[in-house]
T-cell receptor
Framework: GENVEQHPSTLSVQEGDSAVIKCTYSDSASNYFPWYKQELGKRPQLIIDIRSNVGEKKDQRIAVTLNKTAKHFSLHITETQPEDSAVYFCAQGNRDDKIIFGKGTRLHILP | EAQVTQNPRYLITVTGKKLTVTCSQNMNHEYMSWYRQDPGLGLRQIYYSMNVEVTDKGDVPEGYKVSRKEKRNFPLILESPSPNQTSLYFC??????????????FGEGSRLTVL
């Protein structure tokens, strides 16, 4: 079936450095790729999304890139800060109106 | 305030005792969905609904039922809960009828323990 593979499952970076999380997907007809952030004990919240007609989107320190040919997309966080510590989920919107989530990446920002 | 409200937030129950987790949204969203979150497994979709009286199975529907009689409400029913349904449950809604292209707004979650 359709799935989204997310790597790594855990990531530790020094404060101020960059973090990159990668996802691959199987459904070539997908055209919507959101990223959600879930802080400890909180609900997931959308932080950025990208549609298939663009290759990159930025919002301050966060960016997402999409490679439709290779069927992968990535989240880039620059100048990481303590408040970036959280679990990040990539997701894929498929033709059956399902949002399929990756298994998540736990990001630790080290002081 | 725009929100998705789930109740109860925490529940401990016993095997076989029917329970319902309610979900209500005040944003006039067409799309609503239930997810369960388990360590290492991410968010897995249980059921979703694209409009009133329209429901579809997600990836893990076994042991669950839903109904969508009103646009704002989407209750999750566990007819005979079992310990493997111990999990954190999230309800979510989206303003687009086709949620595969729009932001999901999540409730605060309901932590269910089945003994």
């Amino acid at each position: 079936g359709e799935n989204v593979e997310q790597h790594p499952s855990t990531l530790s970076v020094q404060e101020g450095d960059s973090a990159v999380i990668k996802c691959t997907y199987s459904d070539s007809a997908s055209n919507y790729f959101p990223w959600y952030k879930q802080e400890l004990g909180k609900r997931p919240q959308l932080i950025i999304d990208i549609r298939s007609n663009v290759g990159e989107k930025k919002d301050q320190r966060i960016a997402v890139t999409l490679n439709k040919t290779a069927k992968h997309f990535s989240l880039h966080i620059t100048e990481t800060q303590p408040e970036d510590s959280a679990v990040y989920f990539c997701a894929q919107g498929n033709r059956d109106d399902k949002i399929i989530f990756g298994k998540g990446t736990r990001l630790h920002i080290l002081p | 305030e725009a929100q998705v409200t789930q109740n109860p937030r925490y529940l401990i129950t016993v095997t076989g005792k029917k329970l319902t987790v309610t979900c209500s949204q005040n944003m006039n969203h067409e799309y609503m969905s239930w997810y369960r979150q388990d360590p290492g497994l991410g968010l897995r979709q249980i059921y979703y609904s694209m409009n009133v009286e329209v429901t579809d199975k997600g990836d893990v529907p076994e042991g669950y039922k839903v109904s969508r009689k009103e646009k704002r409400n989407f209750p999750l029913i566990l007819e005979s809960p079992s310990p493997n349904q111990t999990s954190l449950y999230f309800c979510a809604s989206s303003y687009l009828g086709r949620a595969a292209t729009g932001e999901l707004f999540f409730g605060e979650g309901s932590r269910l323990t089945v003994l």
